[in-house]
């Protein structure tokens, strides 16, 4: 079984829609975090959350809104898609979230805005 | 940049070759911990090192930690072709997140 696995691995859209990104662990994580990786293999973490409750929210737009149902999921939905949202989107868990615990990364979504 | 360098940003090597890539960090850590990323996947995760720690071995890999530099290194011995990948530090600079770069791209040639 894959431990942190996110759907779809690719998706190609148009300027202006709205997509969503899904995220799942099952290593019975307490953390998971959204991070983007771009073209220069640049990795900037964008959100995370623990047992459900949003602990790091960095300087994104708000087009961009996470959402954890349970502790085991946490999606990513993406409004009126920019050509510059074009990069891939990783999904990472951890124990608790302290710097010392590996994060689990999954295999990551590659979005492209045409 | 803010979040530290890691360099070279390219390093090809023979494979038996060690491969040495370093990372800098700009102002104190608690932990920097060095990940692995092959092509089209996922980060995994190698090695922590804490800021109280000057050195940690994991199989071939050796990393290496200079408080008074602000650097760390990673040293992979006797390199091999599946050793072709990218390689990044996370830093955590005192707080509750790690910053990441932009990483080594390593290839090995066999």
């Known amino acids: 079984d894959t431990a942190v696995s996110q759907t779809p691995k690719y998706l190609v859209t148009q300027m202006g829609n709205d997509k969503s990104i899904k995220c799942e662990q099952n290593?019975?994580?307490?953390?998971m975090y959204w991070y983007k990786q771009d073209s220069k293999k640049f990795l900037k973490i964008m959100f995370s959350?623990?047992?459900?409750?949003?602990?790091i929210n960095e300087t994104v737009p708000n087009r961009f809104s996470p959402k954890s149902p349970d502790k085991a999921h946490l999606n990513l939905h993406i409004n009126s898609l920019e050509l510059g949202d074009s990069a891939v989107y990783f999904c990472?868990?951890?124990?608790?979230?302290?710097?010392?615990?590996?994060?689990?990364f999954g295999s990551g979504t590659q979005l492209s805005v045409l | 940049s803010q979040q530290g360098e890691e360099d070279p940003q390219a390093l090809s090597i023979q494979e038996g070759e060690n491969a040495t890539m370093n990372c800098s960090y700009k102002t104190s850590i608690n932990n920097l911990q060095w990940y692995r990323q092959n092509s089209g996947r996922g980060l995994v995760h190698l090695i922590l090192?804490?800021?109280?720690?000057r050195e940690k071995h994991s199989g071939r890999l050796r990393v290496t930690l200079d408080t008074s530099k602000k650097s760390s290194s990673l040293l992979i011995t006797a390199s091999r072709a599946a050793d072709t990948a990218s390689y990044f530090c996370?830093?955590?600079?005192?707080?509750?997140?790690?910053?990441f770069g932009t990483g080594t791209r390593l290839q090995v040639f066999p």
């Open positions: 959350y623990n047992n459900k409750e949003l602990i």
């Open positions: 290593l019975g994580h307490d953390t």
């Open positions: 996370a830093r955590d600079y005192n707080t509750d997140k790690l910053i």
């Open positions: 990472a868990s951890s124990q608790g979230g302290a710097t010392w615990e590996k994060l689990f």
């Open positions: 090192i804490r800021s109280n720690e």
